[in-house]
């Protein structure tokens, strides 16, 4: 487990910066949420969306117009967009993973131990994933308790009860990226080019996601999205969708699959 070791104990502060900043911003959302308690009621919030053109409130997630007034369900509408930095971060995490190695020269290091290419990338992946789920784990903690201080007269497990769907949704869209990180980290050799190259997947993949929502004729397209294909509120609404999570297995499978294949032919700069 040396190179799993290695490689947490390298990224431990990259985890720690992450986990700090998207904490913050789950806790200003909610707080924004309850000093703004009565714009979100279901009268007053209607008529205010209905003023914005269609478009931007496709954009915004607000074609239908939900009710926003309780904690539970703005949380989940929030984390649409913390989803987005989340699964910025775990995509880079697995961009950032063997090229790395190669563009700071320590793949001459690691390559000198008595281990396999394939254990390098299987503790390199074990690694992410632990390192992500310490992430998740954490915002999640850090939302239950933002809404229980800002609701009194909720309960602290009726919290974490109710939001524990929105957990797996940050979960789930995070290793989907971070799989296709991976492949695309084996694809080149400096971190330059794979964390732009999957800064860009992200992005795209999003983008594409939410036409799919806009435009109900291409519905299709919010499967090209871990984030789209399993939004949070309507997860927390009416539960996962099976082709969601069939896709984004399907998509995490064969990510590292390629990724293995690829790591095992690749040349190092040695």
Same mark, same amino acid.
């Given at each position: 487990m040396t190179v799993f070791r290695l490689d947490f104990k390298r990224n431990f502060g990259g985890l720690i910066a992450a986990t700090i900043v998207i904490s913050v911003i789950a806790v200003l959302l909610m707080v924004f949420h309850k000093v703004f308690a009565g714009a979100f009621q279901p009268v007053s919030f209607e008529a205010k969306v209905n003023a914005l053109p269609s478009l931007i409130r496709g954009i915004l997630g607000l074609s239908a117009v939900p009710d926003l007034s309780g904690a539970f369900a703005f949380a989940a509408y929030a984390f649409q967009f913390v989803l987005l930095l989340a699964g910025l971060y775990a995509g880079i995490i697995g961009a950032k993973a063997l090229s790395g190695?190669?563009?700071?020269?320590?793949i001459e290091f690691l390559y000198s131990l008595p281990v396999t290419r394939g254990s390098i990338l299987r503790q390199k992946v074990a690694s992410g994933i632990?390192?992500?789920?310490?992430? #998740? %784990?954490?915002?999640?903690?850090?939302? *239950?308790?933002? %809404?229980?201080?800002?609701?009194?007269?909720?309960? &602290? #497990?009726?919290?974490?009860i109710q939001m524990i769907r929105?957990? %797996? *949704?940050?979960?789930?869209?995070?290793?989907?990226? $971070?799989?296709?990180g991976y492949l695309v980290s084996a694809l080149f050799? #400096?971190?330059?080019?794979?964390?732009?190259?999957?800064?860009a997947i992200v992005l795209i993949t999003y983008i594409v996601g $939410?036409?799919?929502? %806009?435009? +109900?004729?291409?519905?299709?397209?919010?499967?090209? #999205? +871990?984030i789209h294909a399993e939004l949070p509120l309507t997860v927390l609404n009416k539960g996962f969708g099976f082709i969601g999570?069939? &896709?984004?297995?399907?998509?995490?499978?064969a990510a590292l699959l390629l990724a293995s294949l690829r790591y095992r032919k690749k040349d190092f700069l040695v």
């Open positions: 190695e190669e563009g700071k020269g320590s632990v390192r992500y789920l310490i992430f #998740s %784990i954490v915002v999640y903690a850090v939302t *239950c308790c933002a %809404i229980w201080f800002l609701n009194k007269d909720m309960h &602290i #497990s009726g919290v974490v929105v957990f %797996i *949704c940050i979960v789930f869209a995070g290793l989907v990226y $971070m799989a296709i050799r #400096s971190n330059a080019e794979s964390v732009s190259v999957m800064i $939410m036409m799919g929502n %806009i435009m +109900p004729h291409l519905f299709f397209l919010r499967y090209f #999205s +871990p999570l069939v &896709i984004g297995l399907a998509v995490f499978i």
